[in-house]
Every structure is written in structure tokens, then in C-alpha cells.
């Protein structure tokens, strides 16, 4: 038996850190949103227990993949016997605050719940899915939502229509080195969900990103000629809303052809989102 399924990237549409918790890890308030830039998974059903990323990707060891990850973690809590042949087409930028591999996982506990007929419950998979990630439970959760917490307290929040220029800057920003760093904003005042209607969208990493990055900076700077650019996540990617995907297609044209980048659209909701009750 074989499934086919995607896993979208995320945008940070804002990103406030309002506090840190005593393990370390920093309190935000975000506002996530689904796009249509996706990695493909294929999964087929072994039946000896193995689970096994059939493709070579330099810069993830089989090992450490988010996707071998997931499936080994959702058989050590089920004591499922089945196993998993997992080949991962990557076309979601790594480590540019698109959330591609936290979706990734996602997507393997999904397909494998169906796959290995578990029966597990959104919640259960949401539960499970934070222990590999932060960012995992958002794409369980199936919907745009409004985070709190490390980013597991989630409310939906409906969004309109829209398209998204994404651009790519060369650079591979660290996480944990934003986090860390002393000049980071950390006491943002905590808003309520109601605000974000008035209030102006900004990411408190994105300061001290363009700092220690000065070509993210570059890349806000010009594409904030045409639109509202921020940067998502802890970077390095950068994006701006357009109402459309014709404008946002304009605008990608007009930048240098040096910047790597491309018009998606916004999702409504997660793909698989019927896939779990
Ligand atoms: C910033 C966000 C916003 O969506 O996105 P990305 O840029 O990763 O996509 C996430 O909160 C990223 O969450 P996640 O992807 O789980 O972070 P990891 O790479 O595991 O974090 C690496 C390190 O950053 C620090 N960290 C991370 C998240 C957080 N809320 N507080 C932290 O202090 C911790 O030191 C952690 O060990
Ligand atoms: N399936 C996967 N896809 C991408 N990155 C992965 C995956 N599994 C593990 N990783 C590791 O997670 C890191 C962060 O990846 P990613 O989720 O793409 O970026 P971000 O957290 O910035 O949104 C990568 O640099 C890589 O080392």
C-alpha cells in the first residue's frame, strides 16, 4: 500500500516574543498561515517494523530526518510492528523559517496514522507531534491559526485570500543563535486576538536577524519597495502579501534576477486537514 501527500510551508504573518519560560525556551504570540509551496512525501507499507527514507538529501542524514523522526516516534508510542518506506521531495527552503521540516513530520504522522490504521485523534497527534518540533502541532492543527505558548496553544483565525511574494536570501540563519542573543526584544507586550485586526505586523527576531545578516536586511529593503516585507520565523526568508496572484507575480519580475524567490498563494486550510478526527 502507498500514499502520496504534501507538507506546505508556514509564513510567520507576525511574531512577538512576550516572555521565556524557565527551561529556556521563549514565550510568542504568532500568527501562522498555510502556503502552497510544498515538499511531496511517498510512504509504502513494510511489513517487517523498518522505517527507511529511501532518498539521499546531503544536508539531512537519514538519522536526524524530521520524517524518520515522526515514524519512529509514533511506533514507539503505539507499539506498532509496521514500518514505513518515506521518500521526501524537498522544494521547501531548509532552514529559512518556512517550517518545512516540522510540516514534514507532520505529514509522516498524518499518512502514517492512516497508513498503519492507528486511529489516532488530532489532540493525540498534536501531542506527540511537539515533541519533535514547536512548530509541529500548528500543521496537526490543520488550520491558520493564532499561537501562544512556544507556539502548541492554538486558536484558528480565518484569513482572506491571498498571495504571498517569498524571497530566499543566501543565508542560513541559526535558530537557537537568534534566541540566544542578548539584543533580542523579549518583553513585547502580550496582545488579544482582536488587536491584530488595528495593529501594524511585526517579527521581534527580525531585528537582530538583519543585523548578524545584513542580506536579509537587503532583501526587506527591496522588496519593501513594492509591498509590506517581513521577515518569517527566525529567517532568512522574507515575504510580502499582494492581493493577487497577478501583482504578486509583477512584483516578482521586477525584482533582480540575483534573488531567488517565488508567488504562491495563501491556503485556506491545511491539505490533509480532513485526514484526522
Ligand atoms: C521561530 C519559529 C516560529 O514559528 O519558526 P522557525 O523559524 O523555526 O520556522 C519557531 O518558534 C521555532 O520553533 P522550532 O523550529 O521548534 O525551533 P528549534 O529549531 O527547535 O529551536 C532551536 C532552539 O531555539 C531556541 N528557541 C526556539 C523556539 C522558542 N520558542 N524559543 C527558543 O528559545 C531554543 O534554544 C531551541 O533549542
Ligand atoms: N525533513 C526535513 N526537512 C528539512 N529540514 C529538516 C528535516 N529534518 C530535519 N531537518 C533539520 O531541521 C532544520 C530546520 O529545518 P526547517 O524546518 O526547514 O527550517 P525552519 O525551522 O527554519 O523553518 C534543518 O536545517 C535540518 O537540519
Known amino acids: ?10 509564513l510567520n504573518l507576525f511574531l512577538h516574543v512576550t516572555g521565556r519560560r524557565a527551561d529556556g525556551m521563549h514565550l510568542l504570540q504568532t500568527l501562522f498561515r498555510f502556503i502552497d509551496l510544498s515538499d511531496t512525501l511517498h ?22 530526518d524530521l520524517c524518520v523522526r515522526a515514524a519512529r ?10 514500518g514505513a518506506d518515506i521518500t ?10 518556512l517550517g518545512g521540516g516540522s510540516s514534514d513530520a507532520a505529514t509522516t504522522l498524518i499518512a502514517l496514522n492512516r497508513l498503519w490504521s492507528l486511529g489516532l485523534t488530532r489532540d493525540q497527534l498534536m501531542e506527540l507531534g511537539l515533541e519533535l518540533g514547536a512548530d509541529v502541532p500548528v500543521f496537526l492543527f490543520g488550520e491558520n491559526a493564532f499561537a501562544e505558548g512556544v507556539g502548541e496553544k492554538l486558536q484558528a483565525y480565518e484569513l482572506p485570500e491571498a498571495w504571498y511574494v517569498v524571497l530566499f536570501p543566501p543565508v542560513h540563519v541559526p535558530t537557537a543563535k537568534i534566541f540566544s542573543h542578548p539584543e533580542l ?31 536579509v536586511a537587503s532583501y526587506i529593503e527591496t522588496l519593501g519597495k ?17 492581493p493577487d496572484q497577478a501583482q504578486a507575480e509583477a512584483v516578482l519580475q521586477k525584482l533582480p534576477q540575483t534573488m531567488r524567490g517565488v508567488a504562491v498563494k495563501g491556503l485556506m486550510k491545511h491539505p490533509l486537514q480532513d485526514w484526522v478526527l
Not at 526584544?185 to 485586526?197: F, H, K, Q
Open 88 to 97: 521526501l521531495e524537498k522544494c521547501i527552503p531548509m532552514g529559512g523559517g
Open 226 to 242: 513594492y509591498g509590506s516585507a517581513m521577515m518569517t520565523g527566525s529567517g532568512a526568508c522574507v515575504f510580502a502579501e499582494f
Open 1 to 10: 500500500m502507498k500514499l502520496t501527500c504534501p507538507a506546505p510551508a508556514k
Open 43 to 64: 510512504f509504502e507499507l513494510r511489513t517487517d517494523g523498518v522505517v527507511h527514507r529511501t532518498n539521499f538529501i546531503e544536508a539531512v542524514p537519514e538519522e536526524q
Open 73 to 82: 516516534l509514533l511506533q514507539k508510542n503505539t507499539g506498532c510492528t509496521l
Open 185 to 215: 526584544t523579549r518583553d513585547s507586550v502580550s496582545i488579544i486576538i482582536r488587536a491584530l485586526r488595528t495593529q501594524p505586523l511585526r517579527n521581534d527576531l527580525q531585528s537582530v536577524v538583519c543585523r548578524l545578516y545584513p542580506e
